[in-house]
């Protein structure tokens, strides 16, 4: 099945900076690779999202890059605010069977 | 309003005492699964279900059951719990995937289980 691994797990930065969390897929089937914020105490939620047909999308200081051949992903956030502070988390969807997987999460924190 | 809704919200149980966290969509989703998340872990998926009684074992299945008998419904089962099931639990579902159709997953607003 799919395995979705996630660096770092934890991730300071000063207000302002730029934050990079980055992902690795094992099944070169899967074709959806969403980005969801956890927010303290709430559900996760969906930021960004990127097909396996488009290299990079952006969305206003969040942005997400794909490498279909080395089988990774990339979230960046610029610009980085305190409320950008929380757990993120990628995962990985399976073509065939549209199972989802999730990486183990990156807690940023965003320090005024 | 589009929503996942798990039931109940807090659960303090013991050991081997049955009990079921209900989880219902309204998207007509044929998609729903159960996850469960733990200090460093992450989102570790417990079961699937891909249709109405099509349920697949996801990456931690053990003491769980799950039965998908309509296509809002998706209970989560526990039928002996032990202290080792203590956890924040999950419930989401997301459209089957599809030419120009959406895929995000809506998650519920989470069931904290401690099994004593």
């Known amino acids: 099945g799919e395995n979705v691994e996630q660096h770092p797990s934890t991730l300071s930065v000063q207000e302002g900076d730029s934050a990079v969390i980055k992902c690795t897929y094992s099944d070169s089937a899967s074709n959806y690779f969403p980005w969801y914020k956890q927010e303290l105490g709430k559900r996760p939620q969906l930021i960004i999202d990127?097909?396996?047909?488009?290299g990079e999308k952006k969305d206003q200081r969040i942005a997400v890059t794909l490498n279909k051949t080395a089988k990774h992903f990339s979230l960046h956030i610029t610009e980085t605010q305190p409320e950008d502070s929380a757990v993120y988390f990628c995962a990985a969807l399976l073509l065939n069977n549209n199972d989802m997987r999730f990486g183990a999460g990156t807690r940023l924190t965003v320090k005024p | 309003e589009a929503q996942v809704t798990q039931n109940p919200r807090y659960l303090i149980t013991v050991t081997g005492k049955k009990l079921t966290v209900t989880c219902s969509q309204n998207?007509?989703?044929?998609?729903m699964s159960w996850y469960r998340q733990d200090p460093g872990l992450g989102l570790r998926q417990i079961y699937y279900s891909m249709n109405v009684e099509v349920t697949d074992k996801g990456d931690v299945p053990e003491g769980y059951k799950v039965s998908r008998k309509e296509k809002r419904n998706f209970p989560l089962i526990l039928e002996s719990p032990s202290p080792n099931q203590t956890s924040l639990y999950f419930c989401a579902s997301n459209p089957a995937q599809g030419r120009g159709r959406d895929t995000e997953a809506f998650f519920g607003q989470g069931t904290r289980l401690t099994v004593v």
């Open positions: 998207m007509n989703h044929e998609y």
């Open positions: 990127i097909r396996s047909n488009v």
